[in-house]
């Protein structure tokens, strides 16, 4: 098993630029996440879902949006980037046998 | 805001127990702790959890005070790759609907000194 793979590793925007980070996992999850972090602070919660085609809001969602039309994949997109939204961003995913939450390795976004 | 109060850094020798605190004084009945590291950059891992037993596995054992406001982890034998930040988090379990995600705060950076 892969676990949550992450695409791009790096990107770089350009203000009012537009993307969408992909997150995929092979684990046959429910439940997935999108967090974001900030140089030198904890991950805040953006968006999540606990199935294919439910989506709900986290802490951090405006600038954002998500679907899930698979259980594998949960896309983020950015539609107009600000330089706001520099950040690393990280997936996750999870379901009901398991308290535990299985991160990707992130993608480090720029935005200038 | 964040249910959990840690100390912001923490100094261990390597070969010795590290032992992180952490403060949850207005944790719920159904609400567990769980603790997760961030090692340089990388997506956070998974150590352990528990709501009100103390707790052990091959990573780390998870000690809870009897009324639940604070617990302590402890890596017995830590070593240079435990250097990481470390993120003490309680929440409702998955299947008693807590599935909306992780909050964390800053956490402990736990540095491992040879």
């Known amino acids: 098993n892969a676990g949550v793979t992450q695409t791009p590793k790096f990107r770089i925007l350009k203000i009012g630029q537009s993307m969408t980070l992909q997150c995929t996992q092979d684990?046959?999850?429910?439940?997935m996440y999108w967090y974001r972090q900030d140089p030198g602070m904890g991950l805040k919660l953006i968006y999540y879902?606990?199935?294919?085609?439910?989506?709900d809001k986290g802490e951090v969602p405006n600038g954002y949006n998500v679907s899930r039309s698979t259980t594998e994949d949960f896309p983020l997109r950015l539609e107009l980037a600000a330089p706001s939204q520099t950040s690393v961003y990280f997936c996750a995913s999870s379901n009901l046998a398991t308290h535990e939450q299985f991160f990707g390795p992130g993608t480090r976004l720029t935005v200038l | 805001d964040a249910k959990t109060t840690q100390p912001t850094s923490m100094d261990c020798a390597e070969g010795r127990a590290a032992n992180l605190p952490c403060n949850h004084s207005t944790i719920s009945g159904n609400e567990y702790v769980y603790w997760y590291r961030q090692i340089h950059s990388q997506g956070p891992q998974y150590i352990i959890h528990?709501?009100?037993n103390n707790e052990t596995n091959e990573m780390a054992s998870l000690i809870i005070t009897e009324d639940r406001k604070s617990s302590t982890l402890i890596l017995p034998h830590a070593t240079l790759r435990d250097t990481a930040v470390y993120y003490c988090?309680?929440?409702?379990?998955?299947?008693?609907?807590?599935?909306?995600?992780?909050?964390f705060g800053k956490g402990t950076h736990l540095i491992i000194q040879p």
């Open positions: 684990m046959n999850h429910n439940y």
């Open positions: 528990g709501l009100k």
């Open positions: 988090i309680v929440r409702v379990g998955v299947s008693g609907g807590g599935a909306d995600g992780l909050t």
């Open positions: 879902s606990v199935g294919a085609g439910i989506t």
